[in-house]
């Protein structure tokens, strides 16, 4: 079946580092693929997302670009902020059948002043 | 309302006791999803309605897990006898009929469930 696997967390950086998190997908078709994100007691919020191939999605700062040929879906931004601490999470949804999501374990990333 | 409203926000059951957790999509989205979200781990799709219809129910662990949305708004999510298995966070998310799957989802805060 579908899945989505992230790299293992937590991830810690000092602010104004460059933040890269990984994404790879395993999927029939041509899903559309996302990153939300889960601040803490908030619920998830829609950062970013790609419908097709080669497509980058942007918001805040953060971006991902939608690789087929690797399968990838990699978050990057390049200068965090404390207020970017929060878990991120890599998500797919495939077209056919319940446009339900398929997320990946999440990535806790923890920036330090 | 403004967003999608979960109650109660908390929830503490003994093992074997029946919970109902209460979701409030916005007014007027047509699609309504249940996920469970255990400790460290992603949310996985329980079940989808449209309006009153559920047309997937396939991610409910158990028939312990019961689902429903009589009036195509509010849905309740049941859960009969239950488990420290199923100790999670329970989201609900609703949708708008129209547009690119899964642009326009709104998610609630979601609800701890802790079995003792």
């Known amino acids: 079946g579908d899945s989505v696997t992230q790299m293992e967390g937590p991830v810690t950086l000092s602010e104004e580092a460059f933040l890269t998190i990984n994404c790879t997908y395993t999927?029939?078709?041509?899903?559309?693929l996302f990153w939300y994100v889960q601040y803490p007691g908030e619920g998830l919020q829609l950062l970013l997302k790609?419908?097709?191939?080669?497509d980058k999605g942007s918001n805040k700062g953060f971006e991902a670009t939608y690789r087929k040929e690797t399968t990838s879906f990699h978050l990057e931004k390049g200068s965090v902020q404390v207020s970017d601490s929060a878990v991120y999470f890599c998500?797919?949804?495939?077209?056919?059948?319940?446009?339900?999501?398929?997320f990946g374990t999440g990535t806790r990333l923890k920036v330090l002043a | 309302g403004a967003g999608v409203s979960q109650s109660p926000r908390y929830k503490v059951a003994k093992r074997g006791q029946d919970v109902a957790l209460r979701c409030d999509p916005i007014?007027?989205?047509?699609?309504l999803f249940w996920y469970q979200q255990a400790l460290g781990q992603g949310p996985e799709f329980l079940t989808y309605f449209q309006n009153e219809a559920q047309l997937d129910k396939s991610g409910l662990p158990s028939d312990r897990f019961f689902a429903e949305r009589p009036e195509g708004s509010v849905s309740t999510l049941k859960i009969q006898r239950t488990q420290q298995e199923d100790s999670a966070v329970y989201l609900c998310?609703?949708?708008?009929?129209?547009?690119?799957?899964?642009?326009?989802?709104?998610f609630g805060s979601g609800t701890r469930l802790t079995v003792v």
């Open positions: 999927a029939t078709g041509y899903p559309s």
């Open positions: 998500a797919l949804i495939n077209l056919s059948g319940t446009y339900k999501y398929i």
């Open positions: 998310a609703s949708s708008s009929a129209s547009g690119v799957p899964g642009v326009g989802y709104t």
């Open positions: 007014s007027g989205h047509v699609s």
């Open positions: 790609a419908t097709k191939a080669d």
